[in-house]
């Protein structure tokens, strides 16, 4: 499986983004997905996992009741809806996917063995 991650933009402190991450290849119905972001200078770090089908979230704390990573097996897409943006929020965001069991999510960036081109998302004070 292929992903392309999309939906970054400018957008001003307080404002909502949605990010797309794209599949194409095999379902992407058997892939556990997460969402990292990596800041000008700053490691690659985990945003938000979601399990196979959907039912089963894990965030990271920055990311609790602000962001929301859902996802549409059928049209082989997983979203990470941003809300509430700050300025610290800026930075390259990337989907990535590994094959995985019912029920199971990862929040180990060096468990992922695909990865997708990112997609910036800048939020301006």
């Known amino acids: 499986v292929q992903l392309q991650a999309s939906g970054g933009g400018l957008v001003q402190t307080g404002g909502s983004l949605r990010l797309s991450c794209a599949a194409s290849?095999?379902?992407?119905?058997?892939?556990?997905v997460g969402w990292f972001r990596q800041a000008p200078g700053k490691e690659r770090e985990f945003v938000a996992t979601?399990?196979?089908?959907?039912?089963?979230?894990d965030y990271a704390d920055f990311a609790k009741g602000r962001f929301t990573v859902s996802r549409d097996n059928a049209k082989r897409t997983v979203y990470l809806q941003l809300s509430r943006l700050k300025p610290e929020d800026t930075a390259v965001y990337y989907c990535?996917?590994?094959?995985?069991?019912?029920?199971?999510?990862?929040?180990?960036?060096?468990?992922?063995?695909?990865w997708g081109r990112g997609t910036q998302v800048t939020v301006s004070s």
């Open positions: 990535a996917a590994r094959q995985g069991v019912t029920g199971q999510t990862i929040n180990s960036i060096n468990r992922y063995d695909i």
């Open positions: 979601i399990s196979r089908a959907g039912t089963v979230r």
């Open positions: 290849g095999r379902t992407i119905a058997e892939y556990v």
